[in-house]
């Protein structure tokens, strides 16, 4: 196995090796984004549907660590204005490392490929100075092809981790809307 990766590493293009530590530092990245991001959103889901079940059982307010008793304290009464601000804010707060989750998704198999052209393209230099049978092209176009396997692999974790937490963002947000709801019809039934 170490000999096999040896083996790569010395018959490899220069280019080729920085598009495979690039990816490998991409896959670390958004690794850590994600189990980050989802601990954290699934912890906030969790006082939340605390919140919004004493909303729904009689309580008269939010819980204390409810996101929205931060917008809710600032106004002497609750309206529109101040949850839809709250709601927003959730949203922003939710979605904070999608837009690199996506990046990462739509991007590495361009940055693969591009290892593998110009892999490809070293072999056939290669070939060109000397006589090359098929065995030899064979062998330099598999080696090319591990960057964009490499890039593909990647996108998949990126866009998976994209969809799983733009989802459980999405559930928080309905979450926060419900006790949005609850308050304002509450509210409109005191007048």
Not at 9 to 24: D, E, M, P, Q
Not at 157 to 184: C, G, N, P, W
């Amino acid at each position: 196995m170490i000999e096999t990766l040896l083996d790569f590493y010395y018959k490899s293009n220069g280019v080729t090796l920085s598009v495979l530590a690039l990816l490998a530092l991409y896959f670390i990245l958004l690794n850590w984004i994600f189990l980050y991001r989802y601990f954290t959103i699934n912890s906030w889901i969790s006082k939340e549907t605390s919140s919004l079940e004493a909303l729904l059982m009689g309580s008269a307010a939010v819980a204390a660590n409810a996101y929205l008793n931060h917008f809710i304290k600032t106004s002497s009464k609750i309206n529109r204005e101040i949850l839809d601000l709250g709601m927003y804010a959730s949203t922003k707060e939710a979605t904070k490392g999608l837009s690199f989750l996506s990046v990462v998704a739509s991007t590495t198999p361009f940055i693969g490929l591009f290892g593998t052209v110009v892999s490809i393209l070293d072999t056939f230099k290669h070939i060109g100075g000397a006589s090359g049978t098929m065995s030899v092209i064979a062998a330099g176009v598999s080696d090319a092809l591990i960057a964009t396997a490499a890039g593909i692999f990647v996108a998949i974790f990126a866009y998976t981790y994209h969809q799983i937490l733009k989802r459980r963002s999405f559930e928080l947000s309905s979450l926060i809307r419900m006790q949005s709801d609850v308050l304002l019809s509450r509210s409109h039934s005191d007048n």
